[in-house]
C-alpha cells in the first residue's frame, strides 16, 4: 500500500513545538495552498506535524506566511468532542521531510543583500 504526499504552500500560522513525554520534539503547523478555480482563488488547508530533529528545525526556521514544501504520509486522527460526545476525525500529513521554499518576497530580499558588483579581490585581471 501506497500513502505518500508532497504539498507546498504558506504556514498559516507559527508552528508549535514542543517535547512529548518521551522527550521527542514535536512540531505541528499547518500550511495553506492557494489554487485557482474559475478565475477565484480556492484555498485548502493542511495539517501537518514532524516530530525529532525535523520538528526542531521547522519550530527554529519558519514562522507563519513561510512558504515551505512537505513530503510525508496522511495519518487520520480520531478523537471524542468533549461538548457533543461525537467521534470527529481528520486527515494529518506526518511530515518526514521538508524543503525550504522561496517566495517572491525572499527573493527580492536576497536580490538586494547581494551586491551589484563582485568584491575587487574576486574580478578577474585583465592582461
Sequence with gaps: MINSVVLSG?????????NAGTEKSVAKFSIAQNRRVNGENSPSFFDCTCFG????????FFTKGKPIIV???????VWVDEETNEKRSKMVVIVRDFTFASSKEDDKDQEQEAPATPPANNRKKKF
Design 10 to 18: 504558506n504556514l498559516t500560522r507559527d508552528p508549535q513545538a514542543f
Design 71 to 77: 513530503q510525508g504520509s496522511l495519518q487520520q486522527e
Design 53 to 60: 530533529k525535523t520538528a526542531d528545525l521547522i519550530g527554529k
